[in-house]
């Protein structure tokens, strides 16, 4: 079932769980992705760049793809169609234009002010077609150290009614080089005054106690992109060492399915055993 990400994410905050946003770069993770979500009976966020956009040939290849998908594989559980770090208005308005049921607003490069006036254009767009908005504030860059302001994040999330809220508390995308250190007790805050569900980003190679210490202080999403490249990338490179004569493109690239869905069972278990 396609949905937006108001319900799953209003029950995982209320249960103490999280929900994973894994991003998709071509059918085959896509129909892994779901597979395995469905079979662990986890909701799942397929996050999708733009820049994944175009790789996979636009916004209605991809919301297609995800809608026949889900039928043809009987999937059970909700699926959000979910654009990830929208940069513009614009990107935003195809998203939603072409059928996907949640977008991220990342306009945290701009100031304060700009970043909830374009925020909330986003947001009175995407309310027509009951679309789901999450935006960010601060900066969840490549190491960067810029923590969300709490004083700003209630102002952010009071003006623009964003649905849910990514703050920059010291994750960052891609390969930690260090140990993370997160800033929870901001995070806690943030959940508390904001009151709306909390995203993190950065979410790969984060340690199973962090990740639930996270979700403790207020995380509801949790996005999971490198892990799952590093996963598939290793067994298909161990693949085709082993296998030099193959060149069947399906036995290739299915060759990190087992790999990818470890990956994606581990981390629904630490996201949902509430223990
Ligand atoms: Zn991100």
């Known amino acids: 079932m396609i949905v937006n990400s108001t319900e799953i994410l209003k029950k995982a905050r209320k249960k103490g769980i999280a929900i994973p946003q894994f991003n998709i770069n071509n059918l085959e993770w896509t129909k892994y992705i779901l597979e395995e979500c469905n079979k662990n009976n986890s ?14 040939g ?46 991220m607003i990342d306009a945290s490069r701009l100031s304060l002010e700009e970043n909830i006036k374009l925020t ?34 209630i102002e952010f999330t009071k003006k623009t009614k964003i649905d849910s809220l990514a703050p920059a508390i010291g994750t960052v995308h891609g390969i930690y080089q260090e140990q993370a250190k997160l800033d929870l007790n901001l995070c806690d805050q943030i959940s508390k005054f904001t009151n709306i569900p909390l ?18 202080a207020g995380i509801t999403k949790i996005n999971i992109n490198t892990e799952l490249q590093i996963a598939w ?3 298909l490179k161990k693949y085709l060492i082993e296998n030099g004569r193959i060149y069947d493109p ?26």
Do not use: W
Not at 44 to 52: A, C, H, R, S
């Open 43 to 56: 909701p799942v966020i397929l996050g999708i760049t733009e820049k994944t956009v175009n790789y996979m």
């Open 58 to 103: 636009g916004y209605k290849v991809v919301s297609n793809l995800i809608k026949d998908l889900d039928s043809s594989l009987s999937i059970k559980i909700p699926i959000v169609i979910h654009l990830d770090h929208g940069s513009s208005f614009e990107a935003c308005k195809e998203a939603i234009d072409n059928g996907f049921t949640s977008v």
């Open 120 to 153: 909330k254009k986003v947001v009175e767009y995407a309310e027509k077609y009951t679309v789901t908005v999450e935006a960010e504030l601060g900066s969840i860059g490549n190491n960067t150290k810029l923590y969300t302001n709490l004083e700003e994040a």
């Open 199 to 216: 995203v993190l980003h950065g979410g790969s190679g984060l340690d199973e106690i962090i990740i639930k210490q996270a979700i403790k």
């Open 233 to 235: 990338s290793n067994a």
């Open 250 to 275: 399906r036995k290739i690239i299915s060759s990190g399915e087992k790999e990818i869905k470890r990956v994606i069972r581990e981390k629904i278990d630490i996201m949902q055993s509430n223990k």
